[in-house]
């Protein structure tokens, strides 16, 4: 088993910046992908961001393509998405999660392995 737990969620104003962190610990060695997803109230969840193991590959959705940045350091086990220029219709639960295949990281995450509970992240306008 992995475990997930997220922090670094907030309140902030357009335009401005956050840092969301996600500490991994157990079975670390299963897993080869890491990412994010959001969900906002009343909508489905989608993909945000994905790293890979070696932090050689990523993706990032349209939405957030330039604004935000994911990165990963194996050796404290941690998974950071670096979000700036932040907009109202950023605001949601970010969920950050792992598993094993990198395919999975598109859509809503189906299928995917593990997913810690969430750090809410509200900008205002």
């Known amino acids: 088993q992995v475990q997930l737990v997220e922090s670094g969620g907030g309140l902030v104003q357009a335009g401005g910046s956050l840092r969301l962190s996600c500490a991994t610990s157990?079975?670390?060695?299963?897993?080869?992908?890491m990412g994010w997803f959001r969900q906002a109230p009343g909508k489905e969840r989608e993909f945000v961001a994905v790293?890979?193991?070696?932090?050689?590959?990523?993706r990032y959705a349209d939405s957030v393509k330039g604004r935000f940045t994911i990165s990963r350091d194996n050796a404290k086990n941690t998974v950071v998405l670096t979000m700036n220029n932040l907009a109202p219709e950023d605001t949601a639960d970010y969920l950050c999660?792992?598993?094993?295949?990198?395919?999975?990281?598109?859509?809503?995450?189906?299928?995917?392995?593990?997913w810690g509970k969430g750090t809410l992240v509200t900008v205002s306008s």
């Open positions: 790293i890979s193991w070696s932090g050689s590959t990523t």
């Open positions: 999660v792992a598993d094993e295949n990198f395919a999975l990281f598109r859509a809503t995450g189906y299928g995917i392995k593990y």
């Open positions: 157990g079975r670390t060695s299963s897993i080869y992908a």
